[in-house]
């Protein structure tokens, strides 16, 4: 189902209230979600998906992925933490994995940015330009 604009609107102005310093609140998005159940405003329900679906995409911004193909050494995984946090802020939450269809190096997912260093990608990469 479409959602209207009014529905857009009103759930972009109540995301804008859940912010607190440019960062999610989770309990202003718990009160904004419960006031709009309780008072069940005309398209209350495409208010809500809308509302989650931009909480979503923000929390996905301040949360990174990092693969290696093998398990990374505590100061590595440190070191890469730390530098994550300087440039993007530190209230990101880092989530490592190990991947071992990388062959070697790194892929560093943050909300839609995905750095590649990975072994694997560059080997499809010569494979493309051959």
Do not use: C
């Not at 809500?48 to 990374?72: G, M, N, Q, T």
């Not at 993007?88 to 939450?93: E, R, V, W």
């Amino acid at each position: 189902m479409k959602i209207s604009r009014e529905a857009r609107r009103m759930a972009r102005e109540l995301f804008g209230f859940s912010l607190v310093n440019g960062r999610i609140d989770a309990n202003r998005v718990s009160g904004i979600s419960e006031r709009l159940i309780t008072e069940k405003p005309r398209g209350y329900l495409q208010i809500l998906k809308e509302l989650a679906r931009l909480v979503r995409l923000e929390l996905d911004r301040r949360h990174a992925v990092i693969e290696s193909a093998a398990p990374l050494d505590e100061t590595s995984a440190q070191n890469i933490a730390n530098t994550l946090k300087s440039k993007f802020g530190s209230d990101i939450t880092i989530e490592f994995r190990t991947s071992p269809a990388l062959l070697g190096g790194l892929r560093i997912k943050l909300g839609s940015d995905v750095w590649d260093g990975s072994v694997n990608n560059r080997l499809i990469a010569f494979a493309q330009q051959l």
